[in-house]
């Protein structure tokens, strides 16, 4: 009613009057005082009024609810809560645990039959490197056998040649006519004879050195 009775008064008034009213009311917006600011009005819908009569709602976490700690008695009957739902949800995960036990299952059963596999391998290995050792073993002997038949033979060739060289010597001391052919010359002639039609090839090993037959 004031901004219509003020708006009425400023209509008479210049125009120039007029615009510094109009500024000088907005400049001083934040300086208007309410003085009464009347009755809300009340208003009683229907849908508000149902709206206060909900119950206030305790979660179920907090325990059950006609404890002692509830400020509210408030009775909720238990045929509200369906176990239809409660049950399907259980069903559900029942399915699920039982096919992932079946998959567990059946991946357990094809990692064990490979673990046999494997373990039967092994035991039909293992008796390869214990026989290849032995057979190593074996052979290391036979090398050292070989290598000690190697040592008497080269004694052996150099006791020879000190006894073709002693017999050079003393058949060179008799006189001519008692003299026999010379020893290394006989043991040369035999070590070059090779008898083509045996079974085995002959080896020709000179166990002899250059000896001089009038030493």
């Given at each position: 009613m004031g901004h219509d009775h003020s708006k009425a008064a400023g209509a008479g008034l210049p125009w120039r009057l007029r615009e510094s009213g109009t500024d000088n009311s907005r400049s001083n917006t934040?300086?208007?005082?309410?003085v009464n600011p009347g009755q809300p009005e009340q208003l009683q819908s229907e849908f508000l009024t149902k709206l206060k009569e909900i119950p206030i709602f305790y979660p179920l976490?907090?325990?059950?609810?006609?404890?002692?700690?509830?400020k509210s008695s408030i009775n909720v009957p238990r045929s509200k809560l369906n176990s239809l739902p409660m049950l399907r949800a259980a069903q559900k995960v029942q399915y699920h645990l039982r096919i992932n036990a079946e998959e567990i299952s059946l991946k357990q059963s094809a990692l064990n039959s490979a673990m046999k596999d494997v373990d039967s391998m092994l035991s039909k290995l293992r008796p390869y490197p214990v026989s290849k050792?032995?057979?190593?073993?074996r052979l290391n002997g036979d090398l050292s056998q070989i290598e000690n038949l190697y040592m008497q033979v080269v004694s052996v060739s150099s006791l020879l040649k000190e006894v073709v060289s002693l017999a050079d010597r003393v058949?060179?001391?008799?006189?001519?006519?008692?003299?026999?052919?010379?020893?290394?010359?006989?043991?040369?002639?035999?070590?070059c004879t090779v008898d083509l039609n045996g079974p085995e090839e002959q080896t020709v090993i000179d166990i002899s050195t250059t000896s001089n037959p009038s030493a």
């Open positions: 934040s300086r208007v005082v309410v976490s907090r325990g059950n609810v006609t404890s002692a700690g509830m050792f032995k057979q190593f073993s058949n060179a001391l008799l006189p001519e006519r008692n003299r026999l052919p010379p020893l290394s010359t006989l043991i040369r002639t035999e070590e």
